[in-house]
């Protein structure tokens, strides 16, 4: 299985998470004498600048495969290796994440952190504190020098965010950054301003934001609390989130979605668009205050009128699960798509887009 989706309801609607677009940083020097292992298979993908990127594979999604780290500079056009972590593919047991920002690569297994400030020279172990049990690693974000953890208990009945600095062994419960309920679900941003959202049930939710990774404020939701919301980020002052139904409360693999923004962050979300009727979505992030795509099994769809009306840019005739959706820059972006081909082979790919998501092309990776 791909990203076990937490953000975005994994327990009810098996999709993706995105991972919001960070901060720029220079390109990391690779190990000296290290080669770039061929065929790999992305799983994660994140993107601080429109130029800069970096990509986690696999040799095959095989339980125990040892990870490759590569990097670009120049969109994608060359790529260069850096030092892996340590984290074998896990599996059916979690699915490997990315971050990069400040500085920072941080990844995850499902189960277990690790991160870098110095270009996987040295990788620290960064231990979820006061955690007894299994858990699951949904989502990581960088933002102020700090990495996040979307965090949910077996059974999806507690969504909570965790964070820390690197190397400090242990990321620590946020206070008051958790909900309680099944299922409980949730979705994080650094796109613009640090963001969190969490629900439960499709009858609970709570929503802050935070300018310093230390101090949080809460805010009016995004979202009604009957639906949930994948948060779009803070664009030009202008804040935006995808609205969502139950999955499936139109027909089966069918919700209703509809975009909400409010005029600046902490101000009152209204309705941008229409409700519309789609196959369950598994993304979402804004390139701009206007601009954003969405993810659906087979679409990727663009508006340029916040929400109003709706462009498929790029299709998957065979279905996908998308994630690492994110846009660095209002005219590019980045995301991550895995399906099969005709002859029924697993097939993993990274698209770039440079027009704001209205054309999607795929990167050619070592």
Excluded at 162 to 190: C, E, H, K, M, N
Excluded at 286 to 292: D, L
Excluded at 317 to 334: C, E, I, K, M, R
């Amino acid at each position: 299985m791909l990203k076990q989706c937490i953000a975005t309801l994994a327990a009810i609607a098996g999709c993706a998470l995105g991972v919001a677009a960070p901060a720029a940083a220079a390109v990391p020097s690779p190990g000296a004498g290290r080669a770039i292992a061929r065929g790999l298979l992305p799983v994660a993908t994140s993107w601080p600048a429109p130029e800069r990127g970096i990509v986690l594979g696999y040799p095959s999604r095989t339980a125990g495969a040892r990870p490759s780290l590569i990097v670009t500079g120049d969109g994608g056009r060359t790529w260069r290796p850096l030092p892996a972590p340590p984290v074998p593919y896990p599996g059916s047991k979690g699915q490997p994440d990315a971050a990069w920002a400040d500085g920072i690569i941080a990844m995850t297994d499902g189960r277990h952190i690790f991160a870098t400030r110095d270009a996987g020279r040295h990788w620290s172990a960064e231990r979820l504190a006061s955690v007894s049990g299994a858990v699951y690693v949904g989502r990581l974000v960088i933002a102020s020098s700090r990495v996040f953890a979307l965090v949910t208990t077996p059974g999806n009945t507690t969504a909570a965010v965790y964070s820390g600095r690197v190397q400090a062994g242990a990321l620590r419960p946020v206070p008051g950054l958790s909900i309680t309920g099944s299922p409980a679900y949730g979705d994080i941003t650094a796109a613009g301003v640090l963001q969190v959202d969490l629900g439960t049930n499709f009858a609970a939710e709570r929503y802050w934001y935070s300018r310093d990774g230390v101090h949080f404020t809460a805010a009016p939701l995004p979202c009604p609390a009957t639906t949930s919301a994948l948060l779009g980020g803070v664009h030009a002052g202008r804040v935006s989130a995808l609205c969502s139904g139950r999955p499936g409360d139109v027909d089966p693999g069918i919700n209703d979605k509809q975009v909400w923004a409010a005029a600046q962050l902490g101000g009152t979300f209204r309705p941008s668009g229409p409700v519309f009727a789609a196959p369950n979505q598994e993304q979402f992030a804004a390139a701009s205050a206007q601009a954003m795509t969405v993810a659906t099994i087979f679409t990727l769809a663009v508006t340029v009128n916040t929400g109003r009306t709706w462009t498929a840019a790029l299709t998957q005739g065979n279905g996908a699960v998308w994630s690492d959706l994110s846009f660095p820059s209002a005219t590019t972006g980045v995301v991550m798509c895995a399906t099969t081909n005709n002859a029924d082979q697993q097939v993993a790919i990274v698209y770039r887009t440079t027009d704001t998501g209205r054309t999607w092309h795929p990167l050619t990776l070592p």
